[in-house]
């Protein structure tokens, strides 16, 4: 079972920046053949939404942002140290939320029932 916990949330003011981080316990057998981290959040009154995945194997990593992370915020995977980041910028209010990380083997998907592997989560905090 792939263990993972997050860390890195914070309040914080508009326009400042956080660096949220998803150390993994482990990761299975066949990673390397395609695997998917992710980074979810979840706003208050709204459904759990995907912010940010990547996806790699033998060949390649692949990025993916919603429209809302897009030119702000920047996913990376260290595999030597099995840390997934969320470099986040140009924070605002509807940035505030519980930040998830979720992984699962093979390909990245946007919705959450997709994934079988998740923390607990880390609170973001933006006031104006």
């Known amino acids: 079972q792939v263990q993972l916990v997050e860390s890195g949330g914070d309040s914080v003011q508009a326009g400042g920046s956080l660096r949220l981080s998803c150390t993994v316990s482990?990761?299975?057998?066949?990673?390397?053949?395609?695997?998917?981290m992710a980074w979810f959040r979840r706003i208050p009154g709204k459904e759990r939404e995907v912010v940010a995945n990547?996806?790699?194997?033998?060949?390649?990593?692949?990025?993916e942002y919603s429209d809302s992370a897009k030119g702000r915020f920047t996913i990376s995977h260290d595999k030597n140290r099995r840390t997934l980041y969320l470099e986040m910028s140009e924070l605002n209010g509807e940035d505030t939320g519980m930040y998830y990380c979720?992984?699962?083997?093979?390909?990245?998907?946007?919705?959450?029932?997709?994934?079988?592997?998740w923390g607990q989560g880390t609170q973001v905090t933006v006031s104006s």
């Open positions: 990547i996806y790699w194997d033998e060949r390649r990593d692949m990025t």
């Open positions: 979720a992984a699962k083997s093979g390909p990245c998907y946007r919705g959450e029932r997709y994934y079988n592997n």
């Open positions: 482990t990761y299975p057998r066949g990673m390397y053949t395609g695997y998917c």
